[in-house]
């Protein structure tokens, strides 16, 4: 990935609705235009990366959640192909792709990209998904990130392997497998969000950076630097990325009406709700005391940290959460596409004062962007 202090890049683009739970009829489309449209802009901006969300099922509500999702492989294909500096990133469940499609598929969209691909990869938690899919869902997270291990084992290997292989596991066992091409420069960038012990290790032992969410900073600056400090006695150097919701304008009075405008009575309890009931049974990625505390929070940004107010304010909560060790922040919005735009011409700018950004490649080359 490029030089910035401060990595930034979009989570949730893919998804109908983003990040927000809102019956707002203003809501972001997810559809594949806006994305197109969305991933253009971030380009010319010098953004980082782009980040999707794998679903399945949709989380029910009036509105469904997130049960119409551009599904990742693909979307992230098609926008490497129409992209010049960004990463693409594609999030896989390990248990739902063969190791061996996979490693082709990522190694395709690499060349398409010029080896802007990225990889998030998802051990499972999702238990509805998989009855879905006919898939059985390892009943604890050990054997699910043993299983993603062996998984990841074989990728890796077959983006290496001058020649074909055999592999026995307790898992997989292939016989005779190949990949070709290789991924242009090497392992692609990947990307792991872990909660549990089992799910940190594995991200130690794998990622070059994990994603973990923020619940309030100073819980945050002690946990990411214990992480990095277990990384570096395990010889790994592995940043840390959280989630922020952003919501941006003049002035403070007008984010936070324009936050009410689909929160309050916009949300969509019910799908907040079985959202909850879903973390709190499965997943480890938000620690489950602090899920009631922040049943708004999940509302307005599934979980993110909200960083409002004027362009200022907003810069000084990302200024925050550099200064509580994260590397980056994943970044959404309620309308991607309309609400990038003032970030990108009013608090980027003061991130490159503040030192932590690069100015944006149009500007070093002397203009650029898309017709």
Request: some cysteine; glycine content about 10%.
């Amino acid at each position: 990935m490029n030089s910035n202090i401060f990595k930034l890049g979009t989570f949730g683009s893919n998804c109908a609705s983003g990040m927000s739970i809102t019956q707002s009829p203003n809501r972001w489309s997810g559809s594949w235009d806006d994305n197109l449209r969305l991933a253009q802009m971030l380009d010319d901006a010098g953004i980082d990366f782009m980040l999707p969300i794998a679903r399945w099922l949709g989380y029910g509500g009036e509105t469904n959640f997130h049960g119409r999702v551009l599904e990742t492989m693909t979307w992230a294909a098609g926008l490497l192909a129409v992209t010049k500096r960004i990463r693409i990133v594609t999030t896989l469940h390990t248990v739902a792709h063969h190791p061996l499609v996979a490693a082709r598929q990522i190694a395709t969209i690499d060349a398409i990209g010029g080896g802007r691909a990225g990889l998030n990869i998802v051990a499972g938690w999702n238990e509805p998904e998989y009855r879905a899919l006919g898939l059985d869902l390892p009943p604890d997270h050990e054997t699910r990130y043993a299983y993603a291990q062996e998984w990841f084992d074989i990728v890796a290997q077959l983006w290496t392997s001058a020649a074909p292989f055999d592999y026995r596991g307790k898992f997989f066992d292939l016989q005779d497998v190949f990949c070709d091409p290789k991924p242009v420069a090497g392992r692609p960038f990947i990307i792991n969000a872990a909660g549990s012990g089992p799910g940190r290790d594995f991200a130690i032992r794998n990622a070059d950076m994990l994603f973990t969410p923020a619940i309030d900073l100073a819980r945050s600056k002690e946990e990411v630097r214990a992480f990095r400090e277990e990384a570096a006695r395990a010889g790994r150097d592995i940043d840390v990325l959280t989630g922020c919701h952003i919501i941006c304008r003049p002035s403070e009075k007008e984010a936070r009406e324009y936050a009410a405008s689909f929160m309050g009575d916009m949300i969509d309890h019910d799908a907040v709700d079985q959202l909850i009931r879903l973390q709190v049974a499965h997943a480890k990625s938000i620690p489950h005391d602090a899920l009631a505390a922040i049943r708004d929070r999940m509302a307005m940004g599934h979980g993110a940290l909200p960083v409002m107010g004027t362009p200022q304010q907003v810069a000084e909560g990302l200024i925050a959460v550099h200064g509580a060790g994260f590397g980056g922040a994943t970044l959404s919005f309620f309308d991607y596409a309309e609400d990038f735009p003032y970030f990108r011409d009013t608090v980027l700018p003061i991130l490159e004062q503040a030192g932590l950004r690069a100015p944006a490649p149009s500007q070093r080359e002397g203009g650029g962007g898309y017709a």
